[in-house]
Nanobody, 124 residues
Framework: QVQLVESGGGLVQAGGSLRLSCAAS????????MGWFRQAPGKERELTAA????????YYADSVKGRFTISRDNAKNTVYVQMNSVKPEDTAVYYC?????????????????WGQGTQVTVSS
């Protein structure tokens, strides 16, 4: 079992930066693949970035590639996503998710654990 708590959301102007954090409970955080999803009103939840626990492979959606960076600090049981050059279309609730799968996981159904979400609003 792992519990996830996101923080760092808020209001930011287009072109600005924001860093989201996800703190995980449990002693085996280093053995979870982690993902950052987002869901805008009326849209499906989509994966923006993920990092595997085996090999530290990363994945980025095309919409955020080159602007978002996912990282993890296993000593702090925390995963981050650095969001740069944000756009109004990045506005959404951002969710942290975890799966015991060692490989990257790309769809919501593959993740067993979820945080409560944090709102990110980008103003134009």
């Amino acid at each position: 079992q792992v519990q996830l708590v996101e923080s760092g959301g808020g209001l930011v102007q287009a072109g600005g930066s924001l860093r989201l954090s996800c703190a995980a409970s449990g002693r085996t955080f280093s053995r979870y693949t982690m993902g950052w999803f987002r869901q805008a009103p009326g849209k499906e939840r989509e994966l923006t970035a993920a990092i595997s626990w085996i090999g530290g492979s990363t994945y980025y959606a095309d919409s955020v590639k080159g602007r978002f960076t996912i990282s993890r600090d296993n000593a702090k049981n925390t995963v981050y996503v650095q969001m740069n050059s944000v756009k109004p279309e990045d506005t959404a609730v951002y969710y942290c998710a975890a799966t015991v799968k060692g490989r990257l996981a790309y769809v919501a159904q593959e993740y067993e654990y979820w945080g409560q979400g944090t709102q990110v609003t980008v103003s134009s």
